[in-house]
């Protein structure tokens, strides 16, 4: 028997011990990444303008996140300046309550009134009406008295600067000396 061996030249060519199939791989990426090579050089003109544009947005985030936050630490600032005003008139506004609540009390109504020259009435009398229309009266009615009026002292104003054009002098209403009189311990001066 003759062996007959196929010539080298149309076998293919692979290493020892190494299968056809095998050598066909390591070759197919050779071809394939040198034939991908001229199609990847003209990708890198289209990447350039991509990365800028994100590069861009993400700096006008970083610009809108700065400013947000900075309009935001403003506005808490404001915030807290309306707070403290509201607080402040809110203080002022009971303080106020509380000053008209002691002026209408019982006892400074009475000092208001006897500091303008009232005397507290005496005990009052009432009048009953009737069914029949008839009306009898209860109780005594007595005029209100006052202590005796203090000492009136007359207050000596200064003399006026002298003015451009002659004034003539008031004259006192009827019934008066026409002096001026202060009553001890009037807070609100003469009269």
Request: hydrophobic share 40%; aromatic share 2%.
């Amino acid at each position: 028997m003759t062996d007959t061996m196929a010539p080298p030249a149309a076998r293919p060519e692979c290493s020892r011990g190494a299968s056809p199939r095998a050598t066909d791989r390591t070759r197919a990426p050779r071809v394939r990444a040198t034939a991908s090579a001229p199609a990847h050089a003209g990708r890198t003109g289209g990447t350039a303008p991509f990365v800028l544009l994100i590069m861009v947005l993400l700096a006008s985030g970083l610009v809108a996140t700065l400013w947000l936050s900075t309009a935001a630490a403003a506005d808490s600032y404001r915030l807290e300046g309306a707070r403290t005003g509201a607080r402040d008139l809110s203080e002022q506004a009971e303080h106020l309550r509380r000053d008209v609540e002691a002026m209408q009390s019982a006892p400074s109504v009475a000092a208001g009134a006897a500091r303008i020259g009232m005397v507290p009435g005496g005990t009052p009398s009432v009048l009953l009406v009737r069914p029949d229309g008839s009306t009898q009266l209860v109780g005594a009615p007595t005029p209100a008295s006052a202590a005796p009026p203090g000492p009136a002292t007359t207050v000596v104003s200064r003399p006026a600067p002298a003015s451009p054009t002659p004034t003539s002098p008031a004259t006192p209403a009827a019934g008066t000396t026409g002096a001026v009189t202060a009553v001890a311990g009037d807070p609100e001066g003469p009269r």
